[in-house]
Nanobody, 123 residues
Framework: QVQVVESGGGLVQPGGSLRLSCAAS????????IGWFRQAPGKEREGVAV????????NYADSVKGRFTISKDNAKNTVYLQMNNLKPEDTAVYYC????????????????WGQGTQVTVSS
């Protein structure tokens, strides 16, 4: 059974950091492109970062460039999202998703989704 499980969310002050983890089971992360998405209350789900199956390509939303870094540990079958200099507008539920076909930010292109982890940036 293909599954991705997010962890690492929490409450952090503005300017702080968090590292989210996306643990894969039922497949290896070098088979799929892995994306991180987020959804704030009342807003549409948006793509944040993506890493290709081969680890050769990464892409970021303009709003997080220079602050967020996506990476992959094949040995642990896990993808990470390091988030630095967090801002209140980063507050959202963050989702990990796996795709066989796309490295874009269209959620419809992703085949498997986790349950999400809450990130709250507040003083």
């Amino acid at each position: 059974q293909v599954q991705v499980v997010e962890s690492g969310g929490g409450l952090v002050q503005p300017g702080g950091s968090l590292r989210l983890s996306c643990a894969a089971s039922g497949f290896t992360v070098d088979w799929f492109h892995i994306g991180w998405f987020r959804q704030a209350p009342g807003k549409e789900r948006e793509g944040v970062a993506v890493i290709s199956s081969s680890n050769s390509f990464t892409n970021y939303a303009d709003s997080v460039k220079g602050r967020f870094t996506i990476s992959k540990d094949n040995a642990k079958n896990t993808v990470y999202l390091q988030m630095n200099n967090l801002k209140p507008e980063d507050t959202a539920v963050y989702y990990c998703a796996a795709s066989l076909s796309t490295t874009g930010f269209d959620p419809d292109g992703y085949d498997y989704w986790g349950q999400g982890t809450q990130v709250t940036v507040s003083s």
